[in-house]
């Protein structure tokens, strides 16, 4: 599973990128807005600057909500940075985007979406990639998990390449269990991914190596 970080955070990407299990990372304009990262252009400038800190796919939002719109804006995108994946909301007009996009070769995310129908309708229109919301869904009661596991299914049916992108996790169990279901990708905030990293007795046991190494020396 690919791991990619949530964030516009660029001290925050740079510990995970440095973690060395870093895949990508996802923002969105509430995560640019949470830097202060604000207009056009500073926007613009932050990608780039995200792009050069790692090595994978790097999604950038598209505020445009029609058509044409959406294509002029994700053309500038995918035009700053070759890691740039072009994310496009679920709406009617964001589906005839990803298609567009998938003919002229431009990487995808499809953002927003919370049912199965959903993700075939942007793995139909050729997504590279779909954002299912994991931890918004939990929020109103309803399972994120039983999500991954249903588009699991559906996309392994009909074999298609678009890959499930488990968004909004919240946490460190959120990733594990994106793991045994078989999501391609999660993307999260830091503090989830490190984490992974803990367990008592592994601090336990390293006290008592470390201890008994000095009693002999
Ligand atoms: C996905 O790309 C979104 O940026 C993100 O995962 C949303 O997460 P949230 O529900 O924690 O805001």
Redesign the pocket.
Known sequence: MKFFI?TANLDQIREAQSLGVLDGV???P??MAKEGITGEKNIIEHYVKICELVDGDV?AEVIAVDFAGMVKEGEHLASLHPQIVV?IPMIEEGVKALKYFYDAGIKT?C?LVFSTGQALLAAKAGATYV?P?I??LD?NSTDGLELIEDIRLVFDNYSYGTEI?A????HTMHIVNCAKIGADVM???LSAIKGLLNHPLTDIGLEKFLSDYRKGN
Do not use: I
């Open positions: 949530d996802t923002t969105n509430s995560l999604s994310k995310n953002t954002s919301f931890g918004r929020d992108l968004a909004s996790v919240r993307t999260g905030p």
